[in-house]
């Protein structure tokens, strides 16, 4: 007995030493990963982008009238780039003014700080270049790599960011501190062998240069890929679906939206348009979280971008989903 009882002792300490050192192993690695510091290039875009000449011939305004125009027209892109395609409200609220990515406790508390003017917003002092960083890399104004998943915005153009940036500053200032992220074991864990990736260092390259403007919006590949930047980030770069990167364990897997037999072989317009806007597959199932969530933003694309990133799934090459 009293040797079953020490037999067992010793291994439950040995447990304890082994469970207390994987702990201590990922909260130094971990720490480690995410006070490293990122360079990028440093750039420079107008707030709002003044209109064309095109744009202020058609509109015939000139000085001060031209410049309220050009705002009032950045504010609407804006709205519609946030409300229809890129998702920011999903993490950073309604009103922007602070919301949840991830509050599971083995993982972590990831909440969306506040971006709006008001008290506790991280963004008063923002230069352009801290909006590219932070949006398009990944990277905190300090350099540090950032929680959020910022490879789904690589994409986004200077005129794009320039219309959020506008219609953001154009909003109710909110009064919200939002507390830094933080992990839990497993988030650390998950950070320190790489299950949980960092978008700066998913992103290839934080020296390249961006669009200035995005394609013209019509029905053609060019602008559909445009769009379907913000799939890629669960679908995969060549949208063939599987296992999430970094996404909620309780996540079914993206599916294959390739033309590939796995994904939209046999859809029409019609089925892509009825997934997204409603959330039904072809054959009447329902489709499952995440990509519900996408649902409120599909409603509110234009037919152009709904026929445009139509054109471009046809487009990509059939890939089989991964294992
Ligand atoms: C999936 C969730 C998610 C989405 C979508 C998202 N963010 Fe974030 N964002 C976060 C999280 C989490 C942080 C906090 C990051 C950190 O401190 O590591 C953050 C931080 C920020 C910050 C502040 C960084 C700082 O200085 O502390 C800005 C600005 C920002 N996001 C802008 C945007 C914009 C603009 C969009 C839409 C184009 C967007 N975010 C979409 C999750 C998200
Ligand atoms: C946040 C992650 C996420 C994003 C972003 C996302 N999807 Fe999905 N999508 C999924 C998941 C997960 C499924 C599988 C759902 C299921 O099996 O019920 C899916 C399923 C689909 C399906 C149904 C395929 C089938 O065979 O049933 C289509 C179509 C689709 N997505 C298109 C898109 C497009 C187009 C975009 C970009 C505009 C997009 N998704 C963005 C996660 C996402």
Known sequence: ????????SVVLGVLLLVVGGVYAWAHVASGRILSRTFEAHEIDFPIPFPLTEEEAAQASVTGADAA??????ARERGSHLVEARYACTECHGANFGGGVMIDAAPIGRLLGPNITT???SRTLDYSPS???RIVRHGILPDGTPA?????????MSDRELSDIVAYLRSLP?????????SFGPMGKFLIATGELPLSADVIGS????HRRMAPVARVDVEFGQHLAGICTGCHGQNLAGGTIPGGDPSWVPARNITPHADGLAGWTYEDLRRAMTEGVRPDGTDLKVPMTLMQPYAQRMTDIEMQALWAYLQSVPAAATPE
């Open 68 to 73: 309220r125009l050009a705002l009032e027209r």
């Open 206 to 209: 934080h020296d390249s240069t």
């Open 118 to 120: 008001g008290r506790g």
């Open 147 to 155: 929680t959020m998943p910022s490879e789904d915005f690589q994409l």
């Open 1 to 8: 007995m009293k040797v079953a009882l020490k037999a067992f």
């Open 173 to 181: 200032p909110v009064d919200n501190e939002v507390p830094e992220p």
């Open 130 to 132: 801290d909006w590219d």
